[in-house]
């Protein structure tokens, strides 16, 4: 009983949950980079999802759909990691603070607000360099940063601008996270009860439901900071150093003022396809039993080529799948 009770008290049940949630969120944004990387460049104003995919294959060739995928994968490490991780932790000493009841709506959407702002706050460094990468061929020749990979982006980014920026867009990414946060992680519990106690359906149909209702809810409470973070963190100075907006309100209000409310909105559509199967990946993931060592799984099955694009090796991972 004391050998069981140690054990539950080590350092592995404490960060399990921060191990779990990055490492499910790095095989998750595996899968739906190509489709993150759409929503960016429509959100910059590059056309319709199909306009955009055209435009990429002939232009840049489909290595482009994974730039900067060395950026998300690091977004995940930091910002997944701590978000989900934030996001246990609360939820459990919420629970053990109710008597070990489930816990209403309104607790778990408080509990998803506050793993979302501190995710945001750790992961805005690597999500900066992520949108800088994804914008880098919209941009005239001349203007293009030409980041090598993520690692390159950070070091250009603090040699260039100074410490502090790495921050920049840290205000709409915080509360984008937020929203998200609350939309997703708190529809999703609540729909899980729904699916699978009161419909009564087994585990896969009950994460794809609940992944659909969480991506829904997620989209719409955070694509329009979302669409607000892109346009701060990809701007640059023109040639008497001043910048489109001076802060995200501007940003908001120059938005609103030229494109109406629905501008907020571009590229929903796009934004919900890679929102829903994210926290679908995200789950089945977080339903398996992982080890210290799913992390290095994680990049065992990428390799960098001309040190922009990421590749997968989908026979390992299937291997990998099959051993399971």
């Not at 069981?4 to 944004?29: D, H, I, Q, R, Y």
């Not at 940063?145 to 205000?171: P, Q």
């Amino acid at each position: 009983m004391e050998k069981e009770k140690a054990k539950s008290e080590g350092v592995w049940p404490t960060v399990k949950p921060f191990v779990n949630g990055g490492t499910a969120g790095m095989l998750a944004t595996c899968v739906v980079q190509p489709i993150d990387m759409i929503k960016v460049r429509m959100q910059l104003g590059e056309g319709s999802a199909v306009q955009v995919t055209k435009k990429m294959l002939q232009n840049e060739g489909i290595g482009a759909f994974y730039q900067g995928l060395s950026a998300g994968l690091l977004r995940q490490a930091t910002y997944t990691t701590a978000r989900l991780g934030s996001f246990k932790v609360l939820t459990k000493k919420a629970v053990d603070a109710n008597g070990g009841k489930p816990l209403p709506i309104y607790q778990k959407a408080l509990c998803g607000l506050t793993a979302g702002a501190i995710g945001a706050r750790v992961g805005n460094p690597a999500d900066l360099a992520l949108i800088r990468m994804q914008a880098d061929a919209t941009l005239p020749p001349a203007q293009r940063r030409n980041y090598k990979n993520v690692f390159h982006a950070l070091y250009r980014i603090v040699a260039d601008e100074g410490g502090l920026a790495l921050w920049k867009g840290a205000g709409p990414t915080v509360v984008r996270a937020m929203a998200l946060n609350m939309g997703m992680l708190a529809s999703y519990d609540q729909s899980v009860e729904f699916f699978r106690d009161s419909l009564g359906l087994d585990e896969t149909k009950t994460v794809i439901g609940a992944s659909a209702v969480s991506g829904f809810f997620a989209s719409a409470c955070s694509l329009p900071f979302d669409y607000v973070k892109t346009q701060i963190q990809k701007m640059q100075h023109d040639a008497e150093g001043k910048y489109p907006y001076t802060g995200s309100l501007d940003c908001a209000i120059k938005t609103l003022k030229s494109g109406g409310p629905l501008r907020f909105y571009t590229g929903f559509p796009v934004y919900f396809v890679r929102i829903a199967p994210h926290v679908m990946v995200l789950s089945l993931s977080l339903s398996l039993s992982f080890s210290p060592m799913c992390v290095i799984f994680c990049f065992g099955f990428f390799y960098p080529y001309n040190l922009n694009y990421m590749q997968v090796n989908w026979v390992k991972v299937l291997k990998f799948l099959n051993h399971m």
